[in-house]
Structures are given as structure tokens and as C-alpha cells.
């Protein structure tokens, strides 16, 4: 009996897919990093609060998570998986010499490597359903349809595949073989010497294997076959799988190329999910080819291919500027220096922008004739991606609601950072339509809610795929400049989309509107990368924001000053509420006409919450506000809890013992950014004199009736998350903060 398990544990061990496994782990690690990062992503161990997960366990499609939506993840992952076949039997086909004397040789290799993808499949499969029974709580019907659309699409696409290698080993590969093997023996010389050179690295390194499985699926015994040595069918071989990963090559550029032409179709946008799937794809068979061509040199190729593309862009070789819309990048370029920022924010410009600013208070005041003095009320935003502008729309619904308008009416300034500016941007706009349209628009509806929280993220990711990556120079025209469609485009597009239109205006067509106080001033402060300085965008002058010339302190720039031969007035506002929410590497770093180029990044690294410019702008008035009004309410809107529990001290590692200095720093960015809030408004009240209230009210999930976990800081919400967030302004403490802010301003 012990012979016998010992036995099968020997032939189990020299079985092939087993073999494969363990070579791949010993020899194939870039090959399994993609895997692990997937399995990572897929079971919530990797990029949870940027909502990487929930891109792949309730993908989005034309605004549905459904069918179809799981077909294309299905689909794509096939291709991934077929493409990690291709790229293994490429590069260690020849490790296991068996394969080439049998039929269908590539069908075989895959069919037993086969355990890591079925091993994802099942535990991708498992988090699909517990998360769509636990988290969203559907009926098991619609979970099965789900995983019917991700079977279908895995095995249609995987039928194709299967079709085209099935043909390829017979008689339509030896057709195509005999009209392009000239051309491969004199267009590849180089690489049929290196199919001879892995036939000689056989002969000695074979790793052992006595069974493997056959596309039937029974388990075979390994048959040794000299005539696998043959010099013309090693070339044969060689040439067949050389020229299939060509072709499947080929078809996946195809597939992009027709999918990068029509995506700014609503149909050609496939989840952000499916896009990654296909970078993966791609990113396999890059790192495949590279492996093959150089073996053993391939870290070393790499580093310095690395360092040589480094040394290329130092050079400007692959500089790419993303731009800002409406202004004009052609003409002489404004200089960028501390005497041009001096030159800017002069004491006479400031003055005069103070003057404009007092008087818009004046007839904001003018609104409340013969009722004393009015509430003034300075709104700041928090940032936080689709979370912060669902969360802040949202929260304006209710409380202008509730005040029967007068929180808006009060409202003097908007201020703050990312989504939460593009949430108080849209509101403020349906209030401006409530005044002035002749068709009413009603601000506290629904629809509304459900716009803000609409995906943009399938467009940004697959423009970041098919475009800045591959096909790239295709342009279009703004207010008759030309600018690249890159991914910045695409955002710009899809918030377009789903605010259906209504903030498709220039920069300038909001300065009436403000000058009469018809709706709040906003001003939004970018971080410029350059210096740290602030870049002041509004539709009035403000550089009295942006500096302070008597102490000889230059926060930073006043944009409509500093860019006006450029045409800052025809600034787009998607561009403005854009590089007020440059998220790195998903909405790109913005660059503007300037000498050199002043880099935009997002508010949120300056202060993440507004604070900062709502307390600047009292310290400007101080005198008129004091004056004018019975007391200042500044209401901070944050999509994130303020105060945190003190975590217990533990063991450290030595990891951690290194990077706690930086990690440390790093996540306690925004609890700086309170402590320095809070110690601005409690200067404030020292020099203010008037009275100054702050009212928070925040998105702390664990207030929430139903939903706990916190929705996560992305372009895309899932309907758990929106829910999470659309079900906190009725939790108990935000309800009696909504009752504050009605005393206040009654």
C-alpha cells in the first residue's frame, strides 16, 4: 500500500500541469505577478479604497451591471488567459520536448496549463456571488444571469481561439505556412537561430514529466519521440506558434483600434474592468516576447532599455502636454517666474478685484433690502472622486430644501476641492437655471441625483487604454483650437453625458450671474506642481486670493489675470472643475500656456476641504462682512468622517520600521489637513468681527441605516455605494446638524 501511495504521489508530482506550476513559479514570475494582482484586486486585497474590486465583481456597461456587462469581462478574460498560454509554450515550449510529437500541440500545452486560470476562474466566480447575494442582496436568478453572461462571453471567446489553433494545426496552417515561411526564414533569421538555440537548451535542461492530459481530458503516459529533433520540424513548429502569436497579436490591436475609432460611442466603451483585462493582455505578451528574444538577459535588456527611455524623455522625446480647453497654446507663452507672479498680483490689480468682489456682496446684501442684516453662509466642498460629488450634491438638495432656498440665497462663496466642487458646480447651475430658464428646472430633483452619480470611469480607463497608450493624435476643436483627444477628453465627455449638458459653458458666461449674486461667487485652487503655490480659478479677478503684497506673500496665481492674452474668459468649465480634480494617472496633470509649463494637479493637495480659500476670502472682507451681516456659518460639506479613532500600539516589522516615517505621514495627510483647518477657524474668530460659526456635516458610513462599508474614493460608484452615501444625510446626527443650519439661518 505504501508503494503504491508512493507511487502516485511520484506520478502526480511528474505530472505535467503540475510541472508547469512549479516551473512558473521557479522560472516565470513576471508571467504570475499579473495573476497575483488579479487575485489581489478580485478578493479585496489590492485597491479596495479606490473601488478596484467592485470594478470586477459588479462591472458596469451603458449604466447596467447585467448580462452584458459580464460578457465583455468574460471575453476579455479569455483572451487574457489565451495570451498567457501563447506566451508560456513560447517561451518554455521547448522545456518539454513531448508536446512537439504529439497532435494539436498548443491545445495540449494550454489544456495543462490550465490550474492557475481555472483556480481564478472558481475564486472570481465565488466573489462575484458572495458579493452580489451579501453586499447588493439580489435574487439568485439575476446572480445566475450574471455568471451566464461571464460564462458565455469566456466561452465564445475561448471557441475562437480554440477554431483558429484547431485550423492552424491542419491544413489551413500548412497553406499559410507554405506562403510565409520564405518570408519568415529571411525576415526572421535572427529568431529561427534562437528556435535552434532553444532546441540545443532542450536536449540538456528537459524537465521531466511522464503524464500530462490530453485535449480529451484523459491522462496519458509520456512517449519519448526522436523524431521531435528533426531540424525541419522544430522550424515547423517553431513557425507555426511564432506566426499564431503574431496573429492573436494582431487581432487584439484590431479589437482596440476598432473599439479606440468608435469610443466616444456609448457602446464602445467596455468596462473599465474588460479595459484592464486587455492592458494585462497586452502587458503578457510584451513581457513574453521580451523573455523569449533575451532569456537570461531580459532584467538587464530591461534596465537598460529603462534607463536609455529615461535619458530620451529628459530630452523632451516623449514629452506630451495635456491641455486645458479654450485656451490658446500657439501664441507667446506668459513666463512663469516669481517676478511675473509679483508683476500679476500687484497691489493696483488687487484692489481693483477687491472693489468687484465688494461690489457682488453689495448686491447679494441688495437681495435682503429691509430685512436687517442677512446669514452669510461660505460652502466648502470636500474632494473625494464620484463619493464626494454625489455626497455634496446631495447634501445641498436637502438643506436648500429644507430651508425652503435660503441656504443658496445666503450663500456668498463656494469653495473646496475634486468631486465635491463638480457636485456644488452642478447645483449651483440647476439653481441659476431654477431663476432664469423659462422651462423651470427643478434643483431637488431626483434625476439629478442619479446623474451626478453616473459612471466616468469606463470612458476614462478605456481612452487611457486605446488611446493615450496606442493609437493617440487624433484631435478636436474647441472654440476653433485644436487639442488632442486624450483621456482628459474623455472625462470631460462622460461628465458632459451625465450632467446632460447643463455645465457646457465657458468659464466667463458665469461672471454676470455671480456679479448680480444670482448664484454664490466659486472659486476653485488647484495645486500648481511646479512651487506648491495655488492657482485661483474664478469667473471674476481675485488675485487678492492669490497674494498678499504688503507682507510679500504670493500664495499663489489668480488664473483670469495671469492667462488672459490666452483667453482665460473661454476657459471650459468641465477644464476648470478638471484641474480642480486631477486624480494621478486617471485624469491626468494638466499643463498651461506658460514659460515653463505651470503643472496643475489636484486642490485636494493643498487643502482637501476648502477651508484654506473660505477663511482667506473672510480675512479679504473682513471689514464689509463684519459690518453687513449677523454672523458668518462656514458649512463644510466633507464626504469623509473628521474625527478618527487613535489606532493601538503594536509590534512593528522591520519593513515598517523603515517606511513609518513616510507611511506615517502619508496616512495621516488628511487628519493635517483638519488639525490645520480647525486652527485657521479658531484664528479666525480672534480677528473676525463678527460672529463665526462652523457647522460639518460628513459621510460617516457608520451612521448609515442599512449600509456600513464606506463607498471608495473612484469615478465610479456601485449601487451599494451610492446607496451608502444617498442614505447618510438621514442618519441621526445629520439630521440635527440639517436643524442647526435652519436656526442659523432663521
Keep these: 500500500m505504501m508503494n503504491k501511495v508512493k507511487q502516485l504521489a511520484i506520478n502526480f508530482f511528474y505530472w505535467l500541469p503540475i510541472r508547469l506550476l512549479f516551473h512558473h513559479i521557479k522560472n516565470n514570475q513576471v508571467l504570475l505577478l499579473l495573476w497575483i494582482v488579479l487575485f489581489m484586486i478580485v478578493t479585496g486585497n489590492f485597491g479596495k479604497l479606490l473601488g478596484m474590486p467592485y470594478l470586477f465583481l459588479d462591472p458596469e456597461y451603458l449604466n447596467k451591471v447585467d448580462f452584458m456587462s459580464f460578457l465583455w469581462i468574460g471575453a476579455t478574460l479569455a483572451g487574457f488567459t489565451t495570451a498567457y498560454h501563447i506566451t508560456s ?155 499564431n502569436l503574431v496573429i492573436i497579436e494582431f487581432l487584439i490591436f484590431i479589437l482596440l483600434l476598432v473599439l479606440g475609432l468608435f469610443r466616444h460611442n456609448a457602446y464602445f466603451q467596455i468596462p473599465a474592468a474588460a479595459s484592464l483585462f486587455l492592458f494585462f493582455t497586452m502587458l503578457l505578451m510584451f513581457a513574453g516576447a521580451f523573455s523569449y528574444w533575451f532569456g537570461r538577459w531580459s532584467i538587464t535588456v530591461f534596465i537598460i532599455i529603462l534607463l536609455a527611455l529615461n535619458v530620451m524623455s529628459r530630452n523632451n522625446m516623449f514629452s506630451r502636454e495635456y491641455q486645458v480647453y479654450g485656451l490658446d497654446y500657439e501664441i507667446e507663452r506668459v513666463d512663469y517666474t516669481l517676478s511675473a507672479i509679483k508683476k500679476s498680483n500687484n497691489e493696483e490689480n488687487i484692489q481693483l ?290 474625527e478618527f479613532h487613535i489606532n493601538q500600539n503594536r509590534g512593528v516589522s522591520i519593513l515598517e520600521m523603515f517606511t513609518t516615517p513616510i507611511s506615517g505621514i502619508y496616512s495621516n495627510f488628511e487628519n493635517l489637513q483638519n488639525i490645520n483647518n480647525d486652527s485657521q477657524i479658531q484664528h479666525a474668530r480672534s480677528w473676525f468681527k463678527g460672529d463665526l460659526e462652523h457647522l460639518i456635516i460628513e459621510y460617516d458610513p457608520e451612521l448609515n441605516l442599512k449600509t456600513t462599508d464606506r463607498a471608495s474614493l473612484n469615478w465610479r460608484l456601485t449601487e451599494k455605494e451610492k446607496n451608502s452615501v444617498l442614505e447618510n444625510v438621514d442618519s441621526k446626527i445629520n439630521k440635527d446638524k440639517m436643524r442647526k443650519l435652519k436656526l442659523f439661518l432663521n
Excluded at 192 to 211: H, P, S, T
Aim: glycine content about 6%; some cysteine.
Design 89 to 243: 509554450y513560447i517561451i518554455d515550449g521547448h522545456r518539454f520536448t513531448f508536446i512537439g510529437t504529439i497532435t494539436k500541440p498548443f491545445t495540449t500545452f494550454s489544456i495543462n496549463n490550465n490550474i492557475i486560470p481555472i483556480v481564478f476562474f472558481i475564486v472570481y466566480t465565488v466573489h462575484i456571488v458572495k458579493y452580489q447575494f451579501y453586499n447588493k442582496g439580489i435574487a439568485a436568478s439575476e446572480v445566475a444571469m450574471l455568471l451566464f453572461g461571464l460564462f458565455v462571453g469566456y466561452i465564445i471567446m475561448s471557441t475562437a481561439f480554440y477554431v483558429y489553433f484547431l485550423f492552424t494545426n491542419k491544413n489551413i496552417f500548412k497553406y499559410v505556412i507554405c506562403k510565409v515561411d520564405e518570408k519568415l526564414k529571411h525576415s526572421l533569421p535572427l529568431t529561427r537561430v534562437g528556435a535552434m538555440k532553444k532546441l540545443n537548451i532542450a536536449k540538456r535542461e528537459q524537465v521531466r514529466v511522464d503524464y500530462y492530459t490530453k485535449p480529451s481530458l484523459k491522462i496519458a503516459k509520456v512517449t519519448k519521440d526522436k523524431g521531435f529533433y528533426d531540424r525541419a520540424t522544430i522550424l515547423q513548429v517553431f513557425d507555426q506558434n511564432h506566426f
Design 353 to 642: 478685484d477687491i472693489e468687484n468682489t465688494l461690489n457682488i456682496l453689495n448686491n447679494w446684501k441688495a437681495n435682503y433690502m429691509g430685512q436687517g442684516k442677512p446669514k452669510m453662509v461660505l460652502t466648502c466642498a470636500s474632494g473625494g472622486g464620484q463619493r464626494a460629488a454625489l455626497w455634496t450634491l446631495t447634501v445641498l438638495q436637502r438643506a436648500d430644501s429644507i430651508t425652503n432656498g435660503k441656504l443658496m440665497k445666503h450663500t456668498s462663496l463656494m469653495t473646496g476641492a475634486s468631486g465635491g466642487m463638480i457636485g456644488a458646480s452642478y447645483f449651483r447651475e440647476l439653481i441659476l437655471r431654477e431663476n432664469t430658464d423659462s422651462l423651470s428646472v427643478s434643483p431637488y430633483d431626483f434625476s439629478h441625483t442619479r446623474n451626478i452619480a453616473k459612471d466616468n470611469l469606463n470612458a476614462i480607463v478605456f481612452s487611457l487604454l486605446v488611446n493615450d497608450f496606442f493609437i493617440g493624435g487624433i484631435k478636436h476643436d474647441y472654440l476653433g483650437f485644436s487639442y488632442l483627444k486624450d483621456r482628459g477628453y474623455a472625462f470631460e465627455k462622460q461628465l458632459d453625458m451625465n450632467t446632460a449638458g447643463l455645465l457646457n459653458k465657458s468659464i466667463a458666461e458665469y461672471k454676470m450671474p455671480e456679479y448680480e449674486a444670482k448664484i454664490p461667487l466659486l472659486i476653485m485652487a488647484p495645486t500648481i506642481m511646479n512651487d506648491g503655490r495655488k492657482l485661483f480659478i474664478s469667473a471674476q479677478n481675485v488675485s487678492y486670493m492669490a497674494a498678499d503684497p504688503i507682507y510679500e506673500n504670493w500664495y499663489g496665481i489668480d488664473f483670469s489675470r495671469f492667462f488672459y492674452r490666452q483667453g482665460s474668459g473661454n476657459l471650459s468649465f468641465y477644464s476648470a472643475l478638471r484641474m480642480n480634480a486631477a486624480f494621478p494617472f486617471i485624469t491626468p496633470n494638466l499643463s498651461l500656456p506658460s514659460s515653463p509649463p505651470i503643472e496643475i494637479m489636484d486642490a485636494g493637495i493643498a487643502d482637501n476641504f476648502g477651508i484654506n480659500d473660505a477663511v482667506r476670502f473672510l480675512y479679504v472682507f473682513n471689514n464689509w462682512i463684519s459690518e453687513n451681516t449677523s454672523g458668518v456659518l462656514i458649512l463644510s460639506i466633507r464626504d469623509s468622517k473628521k
